[in-house]
């Protein structure tokens, strides 16, 4: 088991398209790391070059210690499952499991006993001779995970092996993966892994760390706590969380009774907890806040922006009210039980932010400027 | 047929007069369609079923009648045309069809399938300007070539032999399989021979163990094209070979009306069915992987 480092790693592809822009991350031994980011934005690109599926075109992968640019895939102690499982058509599960075993002529026992490990681990001993396309989406990716468990490697690289999965069963085998990296850290033989998804979900509920990626740049990496409590940027904030944080421009300006923000003729004071935060003290910038994090009363009410209902959504245990406020869209998230049923699309309403809570973003660079 | 309208009267309700009148007009539709398509087959397959029958005819009743039964039906012509008018019986005829037909067989197989492996998934200097030549060998008609090929052969001093046959194959000579194999690959997903090369195999592993097993019902049509394409080729055996006794089947069933002065239609027509027959033979036994399903299973949903 080892760590894995990526130094100002560079992808041009051949058509000149630059894909990664030299980013720089560290995976710890034993560490679950999770790329996410929207589709396109190079997160199997760089899977595939710590792989050795692509050519590197720029800076250096490190596992362990050693340098891989130039190592073959088979030989850079990696295993890797794909979206599509990508299991041998014309072998059984058995021989699809051993194959890199069998490739690196190993005994037969040894085989045999590695294949019986793994396939307890995995619940996968009835399927052992049946052929890939006798099995259900959810067998052939335990059947993938399999083939990449049995090669003991130093690091395991994911690309989105859950989105082939109906929603329950994703649900499960994410479970089922995390309590196997748990299981191999508590066995003392801690596994490395890279997990590659754009679901959020996903994201947060498998990573130790999550490094957020957009358009080949890494826009933050930390632990899912710090990501959803204090995002290093617009992007960040918007991307993680459901429904998306509201970001909208806004004015920051000093006055009497400390900093507000204005928009749309409407000012509500920063309060104190945010004003100490706060890296800048005017100017055009872009505020944040949750929809969790609004507090919906009455019209007019003080410190709070007054806005036009436009559409509600009854989730069940709570409810989604989108309010115009000047042309903004702010979305709000209200628990069921707290929800006035009074409330009617087209009635005016107040909208007041937990400014405790509140993010400010420079509105050209998207940096968050209120995490002192 | 009815399958289709079944669930239209499947309610408890007794069908409508529309119901019934639909359900009555699509039976008469498929009773003629059965109908035509049954005649149009039999006008289709009646030739062949002709040479067979006539196979068993005399000499004398073979013009008698167009129908294929034999009035009285006699084995003569297989034991006529089998000894020939030449010192070599049929299965001379055979073993040399089988001499140029396997090595040539093999040959296109691994050929086409290393080069179309190349051209679908590897980058290399001058692809395209490559890809672009073997597309027009494709579309180049064969007699272009025939003259210089022949000469070319000669100057090697292979006339007469059967390497001038063979040994097109064995280099890829057969743009059509090539490009083929190319459109098979292309439709195959990269990921499992990502996942070998990920599991340790090198190129030529992840080619035998993951690639051709993948490719085998496109390897097979190839094959069985091929088989069937030179065991039918008479040009080629024409032109290079000039021995008797080194002559394939094709040429040989020429030679029988060559050499007599009156013909005996029903040996020629004997060994015309026997020529036939390997062919069919190998078309009926690799019939089921030439249609079973392609690349399914590795990769689906
Ligand atoms: N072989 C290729 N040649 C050129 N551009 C590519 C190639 N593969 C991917 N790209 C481009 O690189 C970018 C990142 O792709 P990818 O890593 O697959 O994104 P993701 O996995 O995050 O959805 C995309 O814009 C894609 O169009
Ligand atoms: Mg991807």
Redesign the interface.
Known sequence: MAELQLRSVEKSY?NGFKAVHGIDLHVKEGEFMVLVGPSGCAKSTTLRMI???ETITGGEVLIGDRVVNDL????RG???V?Q???????MQVRRNLS??LR??RQPKEQIESATQDVSGVLEIEELLDR???QLS?GQ?QRVALG?ALI?QPEVFLFDEPLS?LDAKLRASMRVRITDLHKRLRDEARPATVVYVTHDQVEAMTMGDRICVMKDGHIMQVADPTTLYDRPANAFVAGFIGMPEMNLVPAALAGGKGGQSLTLDGQSISVGKDLEARLESSGGRVTMGIRPQHLEIVAADADDALTGKIVNLEFMGHEVNLHADVGGETFVCVVPSDQFDKNLQRGDRVGLRPRTSKMHVFDIHTGANISLA | MSDLIQPLSESTEPPTALQIKLQRRSRWNAVLRYTLLTVVGFVMIYPLLWLVGASFKSNAEMFSSAWFWPKDATVQGYIDGWKTSTPYTFATFFFNSMQIVIPKVIGTAISCTLVAYGFARFEFPGKKILFAILIATLLLPDVVTRIPQYLLFRELGWLDTYLPLIAPAWLAGDAFFVFMMIQFLRAIPREMEEAARVDGANTAQTLIFIVVPILMPALVSVCLFQFMWTMNDFLGPLIYISTVEKYPVSLALKLSIDATEAFNWNSILAMTVLALTPSLVVFFIAQKSFIEGISTGGVKG
């Open positions: 051949g792989a050795g599926l073959v895939p088979g030989k990696i295993a890797m794909f599509n499982y990508a299991l041998y058509p014309h194959f890199g490739l690196k052929l890939p396309k989406g052939a083939r090669k082939n």
